[in-house]
């Protein structure tokens, strides 16, 4: 049976980018509040911030089980979650990743990734700001990774939410963080549609796993 995760090129080009991660120091400055999201995006073009690689196996289990036609990622940065997700697909052999990203120096490196990885063919790069790229995307969407800006979780399901059917998976990272708050009230509201799941990602956070019900 098939296992692209865990097979060349693959697997050491997914170990690589946790190193080239973890070697990369956070900006001593961050942008303030009030700075947009494009600003936060470009003062962070070199900082990785990847998902934790249990959770890059739990999502790579998690599209296998499902079988999406369509998974979508909110924030792609330099590609290891996308890559998580692009080697189930592939494994599948059914589907495709539409993944988001507004840093042009991220794109450039992950596409070459993509290539390198020998998953190209199954990943979508929407440039630019995912309000606006996700607006046009047909549906069904059967399972979305939401790991971009925390406040944009919501406006972003917003957006998916008509094109996500029953049984639909919506999964969080970093949902500990303050500006997720909106959109867990939203996911942990039964007349919304959801059954939604919290759990530690490690020490001091938490995914949220949503299913459309
Ligand atoms: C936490 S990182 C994503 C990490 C990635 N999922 C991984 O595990 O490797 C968040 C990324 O989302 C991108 N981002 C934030 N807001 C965005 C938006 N509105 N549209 C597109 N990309 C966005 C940022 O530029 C950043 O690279």
Redo the contacts with the bound molecule.
């Keep these: 049976m098939a296992n692209t995760l865990d097979s060349g090129p693959v697997s050491p080009l997914i170990a690589d980018l946790y190193a080239r991660a973890a070697a990369t120091p956070r900006p001593a400055q961050r942008p303030g509040p009030d700075a947009s ?1 494009q600003e936060r ?1 470009d003062a ?1 073009a070199e900082v ?4 934790d690689p249990v959770a890059g196996r739990m999502l790579y289990s998690l599209v296998r089980a499902t079988r999406p036609e369509i998974v979508v ?1 909110f ?7 996308t890559l998580h997700l692009a080697a189930a697909v592939r494994d599948n052999g059914v589907g495709r990743v539409v993944t ?4 042009a120096a ?1 794109i450039a490196a992950a596409t070459a990734t993509f290539a390198e990885a020998g998953l190209a063919d199954v990943i979508e790069v929407l440039a630019g ?3 606006e790229t996700l607006a046009a995307l047909p549906g069904p969407v059967g399972l979305v ?1 939401l ?3 925390k406040e ?1 979780y919501l406006p972003v399901l917003e957006i998916l939410e008509p094109r996500l059917p029953s049984g639909a998976l919506v999964i969080a990272d970093n949902a500990s963080h303050a500006g997720a708050q909106p959109y867990l009230e939203r996911v942990r509201e039964p007349a919304r549609g959801y059954v939604s799941v919290n759990f530690p990602s490690k020490a001091d956070d938490s995914m949220e796993l949503s299913c459309r019900v």
């Design positions: 999201a995006a962070m990785y911030m990847p998902i990622e924030g792609m940065s330099f590609g290891i979650s988001t990203e507004m840093s991220k700001d995912a309000l990774l790991d971009g800006w944009l």
